[in-house]
């Protein structure tokens, strides 16, 4: 078990992309269901605010640092997290490794339409990931059990939810213990990445941490939500030169 860094009270598991892969291959080979969270410095920012999102976080059994904002954070408060793992990249990686052993996926939201594209471009690409189901994520509460029946049925190993932040982890602690897969895990806006409907940041801009900047750009209807990144920086360094409470 890697151990865990406190980042405002969510804990976050220090490992390296690595690492976190092989997490992920052994939770196939054990018990069900593990869930996955992969928390940004905004989703810290709302668990701040929301005590149940703050214990459904720290519910999950692998809860990895998505964004260089819990990085740099995670270093002023002096302990430092060895690497980003964002949620897009292990997902890739868990694709890449159907190289060496086939798994069966099924893909939970986006928009109409858009989880059938991400399905056939991830065929595309790593023919050994079988696609067993998918469902787009604009549903009732009532058409929950039927989706539900839906994924069991499909018998995917590990399900990918993109309904959004905090949605999703919501969705996921609410229905994991009816659910079959091994592995649930929390993936944003990786289904419209997937399916072509969004981009990611060029690599160079990922790497300087400004990802944050260019999804302004692209959305700035996210302006409000996004002003949780300077109040994540805040209240970082307030923690660590006047609480004196080094996490
Ligand atoms: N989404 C969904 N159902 C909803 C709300 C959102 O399937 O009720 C999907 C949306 O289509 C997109 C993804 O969730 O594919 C991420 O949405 P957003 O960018 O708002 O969330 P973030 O990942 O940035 O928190």
């Not at 893909?107 to 339409?113: A, D, E």
């Not at 949780?228 to 923690?239: G, W």
Request: glycine share 8%; proline share 5%; charged share 25%.
């Amino acid at each position: 078990m890697a151990e865990k860094i406190d980042i405002h009270g969510v804990m976050i598991d220090n490992v390296t992309m690595d690492e976190a892969l092989s997490r992920v291959l052994k939770m196939l080979d054990g018990k069900t269901p593990n869930k996955i969270y992969t928390p940004n410095s905004e989703i810290i920012m709302q668990a701040c605010r929301d005590k149940s999102l703050m214990d459904i976080l720290n519910s999950a059994e692998l809860t990895i640092p998505d964004g260089a904002g819990v990085i740099l954070a995670s270093k002023i408060l002096g302990r430092p997290l060895k690497q980003k793992v964002s949620g897009i990249d292990l997902v890739r990686k868990i694709f890449e490794s159907t190289k060496n052993r086939a798994i069966s996926f099924f893909i939970l939201g986006g928009k109409p339409g858009v989880p059938e594209k991400a399905s056939i471009n991830i065929f595309s690409e790593f023919p050994k990931a079988k696609i067993a189901g998918f469902h787009h994520g604009y549903f009732k509460d009532s058409e929950v059990p039927d989706i539900i029946n839906k994924i069991n049925e499909s018998k995917a190993e590990i399900l990918l939810v993109g309904l959004g932040a905090p949605k999703q982890e919501k969705w996921i602690y609410n229905y994991a213990d009816k659910l079959n897969s091994k592995v649930i895990m929390g993936i944003g806006g990786s289904i419209d990445v997937f399916a072509g409907t969004a981009s990611l940041a060029p690599e160079f801009i990922r790497k300087a941490g400004f990802e944050w900047l260019y999804r302004l750009v692209r959305q700035p209807s996210r302006y409000k939500r996004m002003m949780d990144l300077p109040r994540f920086m805040i209240l970082t360094l307030k923690t660590r030169y006047f609480k004196k409470k080094v996490h």
